[in-house]
């Protein structure tokens, strides 16, 4: 399954955080499905047993957002990583299941940004 557009602003999607959880069984990529709008939402795959990890450029890792450029799901039970490419980032994941959580509330804007 792959989530991408023709059209940048059709899907626009900015990632918040990335987690690695339970000794890297677990990997979680929380987003905002818009910038304006902000409503959260996050990428979990459970049961890892390989995760790599690439930094595209150095400078930018104390950014607090990276635009979320491309989502590819391989395929579960560990059959085809998922591949999630960001401005500043690449992660790649073998899991067995994956979930995508919608939140209801919204992320607010972060407030120093405003200063």
Known sequence: MNIQSAN????LSIVTDVSV???GSEVQVECLDDPVTRQLYVLVFKNCTEVRW???ELDDVYDLEDNL???LLGKENHQEPALITGGIFQLWVLYESFE???CDKKQPVLSHLEE
Do not use: E, N, S
């Open 8 to 11: 940048p602003q059709d899907f």
């Open 54 to 56: 690439h930094i595209h």
């Open 21 to 23: 959880l339970k000794w």
């Open 100 to 102: 995508l959580q919608k």
């Open 69 to 71: 450029i491309g989502v």
